[in-house]
């Protein structure tokens, strides 16, 4: 994280026209132990670049409705793809190009979040907000909350629950309490003075 920040801090305001330059620059300029999943996005105006290594995702909503969504990147149940110092990304990073048009709004996040809700209540939640009159970032934190709570519940329906059910976990009801960081973003029209 540090890295990605340094690296876009060293662009000076020039825009980074692929996501994948910092990643490589990241893990390659990683200096401590351990893994991580790692999500990169970049929106140039018209196209949402996405390069992405692990169970972090994000979803496109349209109209109200899921346009689009990343698929989480595990080896098997709960086990998510992780990238680590030495590791080569070019062999683990899923790569997206999305066109994108005004009133489109982007959730990018962390597994906390798509663990715990279906993308039908994410673009529920979303529509509603921005109905009532909410910014991207109160929306964001109504997002987390709500994944939270779920996440605490020993008896909701969600997608871990159902992935757990799936995997032989038989009987496994209620969320997965996990870290959650949401960013809700809208896609608006380029004001120029």
Do not use: W
């Amino acid at each position: 994280m540090d890295n990605c920040a340094r690296i876009m801090a060293d662009c000076k305001g020039t825009p980074v026209k692929e996501p994948d330059e910092v990643l490589f620059r990241s893990v390659a300029e990683t200096q401590s132990h351990g893994s991580s999943t790692i999500l990169v996005a970049y929106f140039d105006g018209q196209t949402f670049h996405v390069a992405n290594i692990g169970d972090s995702g994000f979803i496109i909503i349209r109209g109200g409705a899921v346009f689009q969504q990343s698929s989480p990147m595990v080896h098997e149940f709960n086990f998510p793809v992780h990238i680590e110092r030495g590791d080569d990304p070019s062999k683990l990073i899923e790569r997206y190009r999305i066109g994108l048009d005004e009133g489109d709004v982007i959730v990018t996040a962390t597994d906390g979040l798509f663990d715990n809700l279906y993308q039908q209540e994410i673009a529920s939640i979303v529509s509603k907000s921005f109905e009532a009159g909410f910014k991207p970032q109160d929306t964001a934190r109504i997002l987390a909350k709500r994944a939270q709570e779920v996440g605490r519940s020993s008896s909701s329906g969600c997608p871990f629950a159902d992935a757990a059910q799936t995997a032989g976990y038989v009987g496994y009801a209620g969320g997965k309490l996990d870290d959650v960081v949401v960013i809700v973003s809208l896609v608006q029209k380029k004001y120029i003075s």
